[in-house]
């Protein structure tokens, strides 16, 4: 019979909404919090239920934005790696004070969970919503939160001294209103599979690059290489067993930093020319203050046919207006010019609020 898995016990300077917490005391926890808290409390309870059973890992759903959500097993030891490693890169010894805004369903709200727990941090918890700061008024020394909580909580940041955006890109808008604000805000990368983010960059240093934006800077214990299609490989033995090869075209600098270029599956080739949807999205940020996202169609002449979709109500002025906005853009080359606009009322959405542009496209074409 397989010896049963020994969880460790919690950092003598955890805590959870202003109380620690041993193991046995936190199942308690964990239970009252699923009878009678609210649903983002069951949430917590069910996680740290699941924590606190004897086997070796925790069952997880990816996000299922660039693919089919799958059920994956993570080892609890690499997820208490991973909590390590970010308070080590971004110095959040035991005694920092975190925030909870970010729903436990996933990856993220998880990690928040261990890193308090095993690095000692004393944690907060707040329900999940697009203006998590709303009701906050202490000053936290870190948090996480998805690019729209971001948006959403520009003019409270000053409660916020480290704070991590992961869950998608942050758009150029939004890098330009986070400018000048004290709180030190990085974009973070990483996957379900590596228990959240491998990498980070720093988004608002009064530092300005000479050649544009920060690359992404590596975490401890993690070195990187490419495969024959451009595409990141991730060895992180201190986070998963076996090499991680992503579809995400990179340029490598160092053997510490890369910049990610987009999405391999997203790679549009239109007449023998390569062009990265994720790349032109980015200038398209600077001018639209829509959602949107650019892919593409099949078309007879060029195999495939530059488009873009847009979160609009129908209109024949709004489109011809966009039309016009593109041709006068002189940071789109030749080929990064979309040749068709659509306007969806609504996009499909991931479980987690990303954008499906898959099932966009196919309710578009259908």
Not at 114 to 121: E, I, L, N, T
Not at 142 to 170: E, W
Not at 301 to 329: C, K, P, W
Request: charged residues 30%; hydrophobic residues 35%.
């Amino acid at each position: 019979m397989a010896e049963k898995y020994k969880v460790p016990e919690t950092h003598p300077d955890f805590r959870l909404n202003r109380l620690h917490f041993s193991n046995s005391e936190l199942k308690q926890v964990a239970y009252s919090l699923i009878k009678e808290g609210e649903p983002f409390e069951e949430q917590i309870g069910s996680f740290l239920l699941d924590w606190l059973r004897p086997t070796s890992y925790i069952e997880v759903h990816t996000s299922g934005s660039t693919g089919k959500p799958k059920k994956i097993r993570l080892k609890k030891e690499h997820m208490v790696n991973s909590a390590m490693a970010t308070a080590r890169f971004f110095d959040l010894p035991p005694g920092t004070t975190a925030l909870l805004c970010l729903p436990v369903d996933y990856i993220a709200g998880k990690m928040m969970l261990v890193r308090a727990m095993f690095c000692g941090w004393h944690l907060d918890t707040v329900p999940p919503s697009s203006n998590p700061l709303d009701q906050v008024f202490k000053v936290y020394d870190f948090s996480a939160m998805t690019p729209f909580q971001l948006d959403n909580s520009i003019a409270r940041l000053h409660l916020v001294k480290k704070l991590i955006i992961g869950g998608g890109t942050v758009s150029p808008r939004l890098v330009k209103m986070i400018a000048d604000v004290d709180c030190k805000i990085f974009e973070t990368y990483g996957m379900t599979e590596t228990c959240s983010h491998v990498a980070a960059k720093r988004l608002n240093s009064k530092k300005k690059k000479k050649n544009g934006e920060r690359p992404f800077k590596l975490l401890p214990n993690i070195t990187i290489s490419q495969d024959e299609r451009g595409c990141l490989i991730i060895k992180a033995p201190n986070l998963h067993d076996e090499e991680i090869v992503t579809n995400d075209v990179v340029e490598i600098l160092t053997y510490k930093k890369f910049r990610w270029k987009g999405r391999y599956d997203n790679v549009i080739n239109s007449g023998g020319i390569k062009i990265y949807p994720e790349e032109i999205e980015k200038k398209l940020n600077k001018k639209l203050d829509r959602r949107f996202f650019v892919t593409s169609m099949p078309d007879d002449a060029l195999g495939e046919q530059l488009v873009l979709f847009v979160e609009d109500d129908f209109s024949e002025d709004t489109i011809a207006e966009l039309h016009q906005t593109i041709r006068e853009m002189k940071t789109l080359g030749k080929y990064e010019k979309p040749k068709k606009i659509y306007l969806i009322e609504k996009f499909e959405e991931t479980p987690n609020g990303k954008i499906h542009r898959e099932n966009t496209l196919k309710s578009k074409v259908s």
